[in-house]
């Protein structure tokens, strides 16, 4: 089975600076999708950023970037210019192309607190 | 922008008692989701549903649990006789498609559930 593995249980940034959240996962497929969601508190998780695992170029949406290393099987995330909007409980997740239930797996989920 | 939305917010209940946890999913998707994140714990996922059958389960949604989509709009998740371990919050989701285009899950806010 698929694991997800996020070593990190609470990170803080200042704002404006650049924090990096890590995330390594364990497979041994070839093909599949790696994701970052974000929970703000008592809030629904929502799509950060997403990488295939087919593309070599690293995702990038506005100031979140991923750093994916696919022999490493490491999927991190680059948060530049932080914003007090930013913190949150940020989930790394795993699907396979494969599974027709599309099920994810989560790692246990990082606590960002961004200092004003 | 469509929401996956969740009630209730919070559930308390007596062990052994029934429990039925609804989600709405967002109009136009077609497969929907319940995960489950237990305290400090993981999100795990538990079913996905197509087409008004289970298309994928774990191991966790065992003959206790059920799920259904009784009409156009509602996806509920129903727990015959709750045990403690079953005190998590539980997260709905859905998505409009399961290939490589449109694989994005959203989610629900979740349902806190609390058996006593």
């Known amino acids: 089975a698929q694991t997800v593995t996020q070593s990190q249980p609470e990170m803080s940034v200042q704002e404006a600076e650049t924090v990096t959240l890590s995330c390594t996962y364990d497979t041994s497929e070839s093909d599949y999708y790696l994701f970052w969601y974000k929970q703000p508190p008592s809030r629904q998780m929502i799509l950060v950023i997403r990488q295939e695992a087919y593309k070599q170029q690293n995702a990038t949406e506005n100031r979140f970037s991923v750093n994916f290393q696919k022999a490493a099987k490491s999927f991190s995330l680059k948060i530049s210019d932080s914003q007090l909007g930013d913190a949150a409980m940020y989930f790394c997740a795993y699907r396979s192309v494969r599974h027709t239930g599309n099920q994810f797996y989560f790692g246990t989920g990082t606590s960002l607190t961004v200092i004003p | 922008e469509p929401e996956v939305t969740q009630t209730p917010s919070h559930q308390v209940t007596q062990m052994g008692q029934e429990v039925i946890l609804r989600c709405v999913p967002i109009s136009n998707h077609l497969y929907f989701y319940w995960y489950r994140q237990i305290l400090g714990q993981k999100v795990e996922f538990l079913v996905s549903?197509?087409?008004?059958?289970?298309?994928?389960k774990s191991e966790i949604f065992d003959d206790q649990f059920s799920v259904e989509r009784p009409d156009g709009s509602n996806f509920t998740l129903k727990i015959r006789s709750t045990k403690l371990e079953d005190s998590a919050m539980y997260f709905c989701?859905?998505?409009?498609?399961?290939?490589?285009?449109?694989?994005?899950?959203?989610f629900g806010p979740g349902t806190r559930l609390l058996v006593l």
């Open positions: 549903f197509y087409n008004n059958e289970i298309s994928e």
């Open positions: 989701a859905s998505s409009l498609r399961i290939d490589r285009i449109q694989e994005t899950q959203y």
